[in-house]
């Protein structure tokens, strides 16, 4: 059993912390948060450089790497900054649903654009009142002729907004199905459809420099082709994307509390108190050493998550764990972090508040912790008369 990762994953590691640290200016990433600003130079430098979309293939702009891969380089930016690199890691959100589910023609209209930073993506799955009840869908598609007709609202949407190129949209395609999930199925919209508007949720906790927004879709006519996937098949597709892209979420929680300890750490080397330095008192050194523990646990689990997933094996329970754990951990790691600053992690200035602010959303979005224990318990029981 080799915990190590290979030359290949190593230089690609080291490559992703080498950008960040030239790219993400302090300066520029608190002023970016307070204006709720994209980090649109950074994300276009990244897509040049193909830190986008690299676990695609490389007829479709990628780089054909894994999920390994992919969660090396988003740790890697999450930790040189919380924000900026929440941003660039999600750049590509639900392409992987046109990468696994679509056919040829959707991968190579789209995946080169989003590999190239031409255009965000965006999967419109959450519905106003239903939150993490995806069994049902209130939004519609009805075929007439040639063309899906869709309606409805979606709300808490990643990427949606100007950016935006297409939206992976989960419709309910056959309101009679029963049980209902058997009658949802995956459209892509492209944005500039007649009939969608978007508007931004508002004031964000954290992550405010990602656009999140609300979709509307109004009569909004798409080619019967633009299917993605079986009809039907919609709600078992984004479960599966779910098991991917949960990971995702696990490493920027990891990244999350990785930079925290690392602020941390750098402060209580140097901060005195009562004429010794922070680093020097015990209850500094229990704190420093419970941080560094979840983190690492945290770490094992996420990559043995990854490497699972580029092993074809698909482990709900698995990526849940990943991502409950490491998200937990990230509020921990980050909230202690502050403390150990004392009253200057309470300031914009270190950094600290920004990285708890950020943590939080690791809990919420991509199913909530409650959500998780739900697939954890599930697995451990098995289907009960």
């Known amino acids: 059993m080799d915990f190590g990762l290979t030359k290949e994953q190593l230089d690609l590691q080291k490559a992703a912390r080498e950008f960040a640290k030239g790219e993400f200016d302090k300066d520029l990433a608190q002023e970016l948060d307070a204006k709720h600003e994209y980090p649109e130079k950074i994300w276009k430098k990244a897509a040049e450089l193909g830190f986008i979309g690299l676990h695609f293939p490389e007829k479709f702009g990628g780089m054909d790497y894994g999920v390994v891969e992919n969660i090396i380089v988003a ?6 900054d919380s924000t900026i690199g929440a941003c660039l890691i999600l750049a590509g959100f639900a392409s992987e649903c046109v990468l696994r589910f679509g056919s040829e023609e ?12 031409k255009c965000l993506s965006c999967g419109c799955f959450t519905e106003p009142g239903r939150g993490s009840d995806i069994t049902k869908m209130e939004t519609t598609a009805v075929l007439e002729g040639d063309e899906w007709v869709i309606n409805g609202s979606k709300i808490f949407i990643t990427n949606g907004g100007s950016r935006a190129g297409f939206y992976v949209v989960l419709c309910q395609t056959d309101p009679a199905s029963n049980p209902m999930y058997r009658g949802i199925s995956m459209i892509l919209a492209e944005a500039d459809r007649q009939g969608i508007s978007t508007a931004s949720v508002g004031e964000k906790m954290g992550i405010r420099m990602m656009d999140t927004a609300e979709v509307t879709f109004a009569n909004v006519r798409v080619p019967k082709e633009n299917i993605i996937g079986k009809e039907g098949k919609g709600f078992y597709q984004v479960l599966e994307f779910f098991d991917e892209s949960r990971i995702l979420i696990a490493a920027q929680a990891l990244g999350t509390a990785q930079g925290a300890m690392d602020r941390a750490l750098n402060y209580v080397k140097q901060r005195e108190q009562f004429g010794k330095k922070l680093a020097e008192f015990q209850i500094t050194q229990h704190k420093l050493a419970d941080m ?26 698995l990526t849940s764990m990943a991502k ?3 998200a937990r951990a990230a509020v921990e790691v980050a909230d202690e972090a502050i403390q150990l600053h004392g ?10 508040e920004r990285f708890y602010r950020d943590a939080k959303i690791t809990e919420i979005y991509e199913g909530t912790k409650e959500i998780q224990k739900n ?3 599930s697995s451990l029981l098995g289907k009960m008369k």
């Not at 560094?292 to 482990?315: H, P, V």
């Not at 009253?343 to 600290?352: I, L």
Request: charged share 25%.
């Open 375 to 377: 697939t954890i318990a």
């Open 75 to 80: 740790e890697e930016f999450c930790r040189a």
């Open 343 to 352: 009253g200057y992690g309470y300031m914009a200035e270190y950094d600290v």
């Open 106 to 117: 959707q991968k190579a209209k789209w995946l080169p654009k989003v590999a190239g930073g």
């Open 292 to 317: 560094a523990t979840k983190i690492e646990a945290a770490r094992l689990l996420t990559y043995k998550a990854a490497w699972n997933y580029d092993q074809g094996r698909i482990d709900p329970k």
């Open 324 to 326: 409950m754990f490491a």
